[in-house]
């Protein structure tokens, strides 16, 4: 993520000066607020536990998986984690917690497609964009599915999945759509190993304390990177494969990429390392949320 915040504030001084002798226009008085909004201090903390109601997501999916791992039943996947939390004691608390957070992080993320970037040149702030617009999505869709909860509803992940794909694969063009979203998957996998691999998310943290405190939070982050990338893989192999052999049943979100990993050989052992690498990302992202740059 770009050093948003950051660089709105800078930018918070110049947009005064915007004036030509007369009433600044209506439009650019609703971007300024809309500005002045989005870099408020409490927006800035809402938006910071975005990152933590996403760490307790992947947390509860890698403790999921590890059952599974174990011999145990459940859904690892974000319906099954979210199922759980609400079973829990306090949990409505802290579902509606984990939806302001991610709301809030949402829009923040959205602020930076209109309000970001400034400064570079068109290529960077293109990509910048695509960047911001897409965990703008993500962390919606979760703060909805959050939102849901709270309320009372319930959903699953694994048979939307397949029901998704079996309405794509009816036709050729939803077919492609399809196999392009699977090709996507493993890119961005690749790119979540990558990251882990080199340690590139470190650009968007600051203030990391020394010793090993710092060092541990850049070991959980590598750890949990490389093993979200690893899942991410396998899903969008997955997709790719019940594309190409028309098999729905085959495309079961990420609960159905786990489980068909348990099934290989050294399966079991290789899902426990999955499952805690997705606890360690938690974690990570739940330290992430003081450290990130915003």
Request: hydrophobic share 45%; proline share 2%.
């Amino acid at each position: 993520m770009a050093s948003g915040m950051a660089s709105n504030k800078q930018n918070k001084g110049n947009k005064h000066d915007r004036t030509n002798g007369g009433p600044r226009d209506v439009g650019e008085k609703a971007t300024d607020a809309a500005e002045d909004a989005v870099n408020s201090k409490g927006f800035e903390l809402a938006a910071r536990a975005g990152y933590v109601a996403a760490g307790i997501l992947h947390f509860m999916i890698g403790l999921i998986a590890l059952g599974l791992a174990r011999g145990g039943s459940g859904s690892a996947d974000q319906s099954g984690a979210i199922g759980q939390l609400a079973g829990s004691p306090g949990g409505t608390a802290l579902l509606w917690f984990c939806f302001i957070g991610c709301v809030a992080l949402a829009l923040f993320q959205l602020s930076e497609v209109f309000f970001g970037a400034k400064g570079r040149n068109d290529k960077d702030r293109l990509k910048a964009r695509l960047k911001s617009g897409g965990q703008a999505a993500a962390y919606g869709v979760i703060g909805a599915a959050f939102g849901q909860y709270a309320l009372g509803g319930s959903s699953n992940s694994s048979s939307s999945s397949r029901s998704l794909s079996a309405t794509l694969m009816s036709n050729p063009a939803g077919a492609a759509l399809l196999l392009a979203i699977g090709v996507g998957i493993l890119v961005v996998g690749g790119y979540f190993v990558y990251s882990g691999a080199t340690r590139r998310f470190r650009r968007e943290l600051s203030g990391l304390p020394a010793g090993r405190a710092g060092t541990a939070v850049l070991a959980l982050g590598t750890v949990g990177y490389i093993a979200k990338g690893f899942a991410l893989g396998i899903l969008g192999v997955l997709v790719v494969v019940a594309t190409a052999t028309n098999n729905p049943e085959q495309s079961a979100g990420l609960d159905g990429a786990l489980k068909t990993l348990r099934d290989q050989p050294f399966g079991v052992w290789l899902l426990g390392a999955v499952a805690l690498g997705l606890m360690a990302y938690g974690v990570f992202l739940a330290v992430r949320s003081k450290y990130q740059r915003l």
